[in-house]
Nanobody, 126 residues
Framework: QVKLVESGGGWVQAGGSLRLSCAAS????????MAWFRQAPGKEREFVAA????????NYADSVKGRFTISRDNAKNSVYLQMNSLKPEDTAVYYC???????????????????WGQGTQVTVSS
């Protein structure tokens, strides 16, 4: 059974930083493209960042480019999201997601991902 568990969310003032972690189990982690999505109350889930199975390719939403960095450690079956210069509009539940390397890496729609964590709350105050 595939399980993704996020951690590291919390409260931070605008301009601050947080580092999210996602621990994966039940799948061949090195064969999975990984991503972070987020969802604010009343809004659709949106793509934040993705990293290829080998870590050689990354993709970021324009809204976070230059502020967020996605990384992975295949030895630890983990993916991370370093978030700097946080803004109130970054407030959301952040979800870790995984899909097979056979799927297109640059497809960013939530429906293209196979597995999801339960999310971790990030709140950025003004």
């Amino acid at each position: 059974q595939v399980k993704l568990v996020e951690s590291g969310g919390g409260w931070v003032q605008a301009g601050g930083s947080l580092r999210l972690s996602c621990a994966a189990s039940g799948l061949t982690f090195s064969n999975a493209h990984m991503a972070w999505f987020r969802q604010a109350p009343g809004k659709e889930r949106e793509f934040v960042a993705a990293i290829s199975r080998t870590g050689d390719i990354t993709n970021y939403a324009d809204s976070v480019k230059g502020r967020f960095t996605i990384s992975r450690d295949n030895a630890k079956n983990s993916v991370y999201l370093q978030m700097n210069s946080l803004k109130p509009e970054d407030t959301a539940v952040y979800y870790c997601a995984a899909k097979s390397w056979g799927r297109s890496f640059f497809q960013t729609f939530p429906a293209t991902y196979d597995y999801w964590g339960q999310g971790t709350q990030v709140t950025v105050s003004s």
